[in-house]
């Protein structure tokens, strides 16, 4: 496997993000709000980006890293790019709800690929990895399963999809949600843009769309969708659209 290093560097930091997280899950949390009142960070997200980036900066001291929470660390003559959401999911961590992940990414900076992702939920114990050119899967419970996406035969298909914080732009997503709804019998909002994507990659959903998504909670698990066969479309600068299986 030509990525082994990243791969492993991907694991270690994503699992200490989740070892974060699990400390402070459903216990007294700091809370503070960013672009409107439920758009939540809170100490849990950046005690969990610290330990992320921690384990990058010792394994892979030269890469550049991106994140969430903190200014980006452009590194010294940088091959790779790391991209961090250390909570996604940050409304549900807060009110105990236990969709939520940690997502670490590894872009490419020559070919401009994302070549590594990986997305741990701890609260229900989902890590979901994948590698450019390898392949996808999850492990459950010590449990490892290729992720081969939804199965094409399904007539009665399921749509995830989530929401900005932003009143304006909200209106503008049901209108959308409304014109694709004829193509599906139910949607889903779980609350995380990362665990959405994995849940379309392992089959459970059929595709996911959504718009005003930002980088760090697509990169990992677009990968992820992608090396389980299915069609994707990442965001631009452009067009801040994201698609999975459309």
């Not at 503070?32 to 758009?39: C, I, P, R, Y």
């Not at 741990?120 to 449990?143: C, F, H, L, Q, S």
């Not at 379309?200 to 760090?216: P, S």
């Not at 697509?218 to 479309?233: D, F, S, V």
Request: net charge negative.
């Amino acid at each position: 496997m030509p990525y082994n290093d990243l791969l492993d560097c991907a694991l270690e930091a994503a699992t200490a993000g989740a070892i974060e997280l699990e400390a402070k899950f459903r216990g007294t949390l700091t809370i503070n709000t960013k672009s409107s009142e439920a758009d939540y960070v809170t100490d849990a997200d950046l005690a969990s980006e610290t330990a992320v980036r921690a384990v990058i900066r010792r394994l892979r001291p030269n890469d550049a890293i991106s994140g969430e929470e903190f200014e980006t660390h452009h590194g010294e003559s940088a091959k790779y790019r790391w991209s961090i959401d250390p909570l996604d999911g940050t409304v549900n961590f807060a009110r105990g709800l236990d969709h939520f992940a940690v997502s670490v990414a590894a872009l490419d900076l020559e070919s401009g690929d994302w070549v590594v992702g990986v997305v741990i939920a701890p609260a229900i114990e989902d890590t979901y990895v994948a590698v450019k050119g390898e392949g996808a899967w999850r492990t459950r419970r010590g449990v490892k399963t290729p992720l081969t996406g939804p199965p094409k035969e399904r007539e009665a298909k399921i749509l995830a999809t989530g929401f900005s914080y932003l009143a304006s732009k909200r209106s503008e997503e049901f209108e959308t949600l409304t014109k694709l709804m004829p193509r599906f019998v139910d949607v889903r909002r779980f609350g995380s843009a990362a665990l959405d994507i994995c849940h379309v990659a392992e089959g459970t959903i059929d595709a996911y769309y959504q718009v005003d998504i930002k980088e760090h909670d697509w990169a990992a698990a677009m990968l992820i969708a992608e090396e389980a066969g299915l069609a994707i479309k990442r965001p631009t600068v452009d067009d801040d659209l994201a698609l999975v299986n459309f």
